[in-house]
């Protein structure tokens, strides 16, 4: 299966409206002439109507960096994925570890989540990895396959081919350190085959398996030759046009 690289750039809590369109503006003139890789960026919410206005006719598209389960209601702060595919965002980043440790969203929170993002028409970007504990009790595998399980649940066959899965193991994310390409790799394989035994061999082959954690220019050519390592959750190197460019080429045609 030739899986389409995937490339997304998450923003996180920084960015206002015009350093957001500034970014975007630089990124997009350092991308002319892209092929062989799909790119996303993941603004703030104040900033994705003005985004997706700049990024109109542009090789990349447009994600969130969360959503809530229900179309419309008595939520307050929330966002919808109808609100979100009117903007033309067409992924969400769900169950992102700053998100799960931080806020305190639960695996089963992440599943209302990912089937709420389908059922909307939006791609799931869904986030899964271990704390630097967990690994050392030798524990990734099993943190994995829960998350996996219960964020997965009553999501079809079908629907499935529409996830991409980004593993992002929490010690690395944000601290400069990341996993060896030996070490994605392994984790990465672990994931498709847990994939293939929920969904069947054709439809794991086609769902792409992100590394997210400290992904740098440096670094990125390595992580991203690895067999199933399908492309990259870039953070904080995507607030950087240069950086995050460089990034995407490692991977590009």
């Keep these: ?13 920084n960015n206002t409206v015009g350093e957001a369109l500034g970014l975007v503006k630089e990124l997009t003139k350092l991308l002319d002439g892209l092929k062989g890789v799909e790119v996303a960026v993941a603004p703030p919410f104040t900033a994705l109507s003005e985004v997706s206005k700049s990024l109109k006719g542009s090789p990349v598209a447009l994600a969130a960096q969360d959503l809530f389960y229900e179309d419309k209601g008595a939520f307050t702060g ?14 969400a980043i769900l169950g992102h570890s700053e998100r799960r440790y931080i ?23 869904l986030c899964v990895g271990e704390t630097l504990g967990q690994r050392k009790l030798n524990l990734t595998f099993m943190v994995v396959d829960d998350q996996l399980r219960d964020a997965l649940n009553h999501v079809s066959k079908e629907d499935a081919t529409k996830i991409v899965v980004a ?8 601290t400069g350190e990341n996993a060896t390409p030996e070490q994605a790799q392994e984790v990465h394989a672990h994931i498709r085959a847990r994939l293939a035994y929920r969904f069947g061999p054709d439809a ?3 769902i792409r398996i992100q590394y997210g954690g400290s992904v740098k220019p440096e670094n990125a050519r390595e992580l991203l030759d690895q067999p199933d390592v ?8 995507s607030l950087v046009a240069d950086s995050f460019a460089k990034i995407i080429k490692a991977k590009s045609s």
Excluded at 1 to 13: D, L, Q, T, V
Excluded at 167 to 174: L, R
């Design 1 to 13: 299966m030739n899986r389409i690289p995937f490339i997304a750039g998450n923003w996180k809590m």
């Design 78 to 91: 929330e966002i919808s994925p109808m609100m979100l595919t009117d903007l033309g965002v067409k992924y």
């Design 103 to 125: 806020l305190g969203e639960s695996n089963e929170l992440v599943n209302r989540k990912v089937l709420a993002a389908l059922k909307g028409g939006l791609r799931p970007i």
């Design 167 to 174: 593993y992002e193991p929490v010690w690395a994310i944000g």
């Design 204 to 206: 794991a082959s086609e």
């Design 230 to 237: 399908d492309g990259a959750l870039v953070g904080g190197a």
